[in-house]
């Protein structure tokens, strides 16, 4: 790697713990970032010549933190009166930096500039807007693309977002053991809505959105560092480790999706499945289950299987059972009806999703699942009325193609095996 | 003789490598790999999963220690290195727990392995 490649992931790397420390410093989000901009510029240009510091992260608090003081400074001489209060609160700070770098509080300064992004008062959509251009410090228009929308539009949308939370007031108080882990569990939930933004993308935006999901991946990795001990963290960093490696093998070379049954695992990411495995492993041993160590166990158990023939139906159907006690929804019993087909046959699957009918009234997959069900038990007319539900629920023109297209190969291979039967 | 080298990085800048970053990096170490595999000098290599993959056993017997993450205490040294094949994190650190009631005292940190190559080096 060339130097302005390795300073660009050292100032990546170090961005949220930097940030956040400034944060705390200056209490004020414009002025941390402004701060960590100007030192990010001084690192550009002494890195190269006086090679790299020690610790990026403490190079970056230090000089922001005196850059801004400067601009204060600057500032303070145009006006009548010095804001004494001011620096006088900031003198003390220099001294105890290297220390708190050290000290594990700092993990409350990454937890409060992530948690400041996933503010309740914010829809998800601005809260991952938030998240990616402060924390992760993509710029606008990378942002924007990601979300396929204008620059503008995003451009306003983050100036929406931060007078909220300006608005709102940040967090500063240390949070207790209660509130830390409330934290923890809105920052986890961001995370993966950063994730699902990347992972929803269809074909031809594969290429704009991934970056969203590598970058979901390197914000949970941190805070899993952070937070050695917390299954659930292991939890949802393994199921994203374990979704994303499949990426390759989602899409063909029209972009139409390809089921997980016809995927060509030799194009899974065996990297990113080894290090999910070992994380979902780890997560179990605490034996304190949560919804997303499932759901990366359900993910693990896909992984594991060589051919799709291999995949383990039953421990697929037990992990969705403990996953609807946990957090009971009926779009987890649908998901669990594929498994139960797969294991104890399309009869018993419909029984199953029969009652979610009212819930589901207007979700295409319910329609979708259902007719491949009626399919399998020959009631071909039924079937075909359930897929026509399901075209006519269909979010996008490209889901109501994919849909059609498959379940035209579903009513095709059912004629043949009904030809070959008789 | 066998001299190992063991490579240290900063874990969060590597891990903000792209893909194209880190299939760079690999293939340049390849270079260095296949030189040395060629005069049949060249013994296993590894490349490890990220410490937050890790899981530290202190103490042993019936009840032994697992501490998540890698081990962080400076004063301790590293002394040597197993590659063990495990079916599962709980096979791998029973086997470390079985190695500390053969050698008490320090810790055993079990990470995953993440590539292996065999080598060709003598044995």
């Given at each position: 790697m060339?130097?302005?490649?390795?300073?660009?992931?050292?100032?990546?790397?170090?961005?949220?713990q930097a940030l956040g420390a400034l944060l705390r410093y200056f209490r004020n989000l414009e002025t941390a970032e402004e701060a960590f901009q100007e030192a990010c510029l001084k690192a550009l240009k002494n890195w190269p010549e006086n090679g790299p510091p020690r610790d990026p992260a403490a190079w970056l608090i230090f000089v922001g933190r005196n850059a801004a003081i400067d601009g204060v400074r600057r500032r303070a001489r145009e006006q009548p009166l010095p804001e004494e209060d001011v620096l006088s609160d900031l003198d003390d700070a220099e001294s105890t930096l290297a220390e708190r770098l050290d000290d594990s509080h700092y993990r409350d300064d990454i937890l409060r500039l992530l948690f400041v992004c996933c503010h309740p008062d914010l829809p998800s959509t601005q809260q991952i807007a938030l998240a990616l251009r402060i924390v992760s410090g993509l710029t606008v228009k990378q942002i924007a693309r990601a979300f396929l929308v204008g620059e503008s539009a995003m451009e306003q949308r983050i100036t929406r977002a931060k007078a909220k939370v300006a608005a709102a007031g940040l967090p500063f108080e240390t949070p207790g053991p209660i509130e830390r882990a409330e934290r923890l569990t809105t920052v986890a939930a961001m995370i993966y809505l950063v994730f699902n933004e990347g992972y929803s993308a269809s074909g031809s935006e594969v290429p704009v959105r991934a970056p969203l999901c590598d970058e979901a991946i390197r914000l949970v990795?941190?805070?899993?560092?952070?937070?050695?001990?917390?299954?659930?963290?292991?939890?949802?960093?393994?199921?994203?480790?374990?979704?994303?490696?499949?990426?390759?093998?989602?899409?063909?070379?029209?972009?139409?999706?390809?089921?997980l049954e016809d995927q060509d695992r030799s194009l899974w990411n065996q990297k990113s499945i080894a290090e999910g495995l070992a994380l979902i492993d780890k997560a179990i041993r605490h034996r304190n289950p949560g919804p997303y160590q499932a759901q990366a166990a359900i993910a693990a158990l896909h992984a594991r299987a060589r051919r799709h023939e291999d995949t383990d139906w039953v421990q697929i159907d037990l992990l969705y059972g403990a996953l609807e006690?946990?957090?009971?929804?009926p779009v987890i019993t649908l998901n669990r009806a594929v498994a139960v087909a797969k294991t104890r046959g399309p009869e018993a699957a419909l029984a199953l999703i029969e009652p979610l009918a009212d819930r589901l009234s207007g979700y295409f997959h319910f329609f979708g699942v259902k007719g491949a069900f009626l399919l399998q038990l020959g009631r071909t007319a039924e079937a075909r009325t359930a897929f026509d539900r399901a075209i006519a629920l269909a979010n996008t023109p490209a889901e109501a193609s994919h849909i059609r297209m498959h379940l035209d190969r579903l009513l095709k291979e059912n004629s043949h095996s009904q030809s070959a039967s008789l | 003789m066998f001299y190992a080298i063991l490579c240290y990085h900063a874990e969060d800048v590597v891990g903000c490598w792209s893909k194209e970053d880190d299939d760079a990096v690999m293939a340049k170490l390849a270079v260095v790999q296949e030189k040395l595999a060629k005069q049949g000098r060249l013994g296993p290599v590894a490349r490890l999963l990220p410490t937050t993959a890790a899981a530290t056993v202190r103490g042993h017997g019936e009840a032994p220690l697992v501490i998540d993450g890698p081990f962080a205490e400076t004063k301790e040294q590293l002394l040597g290195f197993y590659l063990v094949d495990c079916e599962s994190l709980d096979e791998a650190v029973s086997v470390a727990n079985e190695l500390s009631i053969a050698n008490p005292g320090g810790a055993h940190e079990v990470r995953p392995v993440g590539l292996f190559r065999p080598g060709t080096g003598p044995t």
């Open positions: 060339t130097d302005l490649a390795w300073i660009n992931s050292a100032i990546t790397s170090s961005r949220p990795r941190l805070l899993l560092r952070l937070f050695p001990s917390e299954p659930e963290i292991m939890g949802l960093a393994a199921l994203m480790l374990l979704q994303h490696a499949r990426i390759a093998a989602r899409f063909d070379a029209e972009g139409e999706i390809i089921l006690l946990m957090q009971p929804s | -």
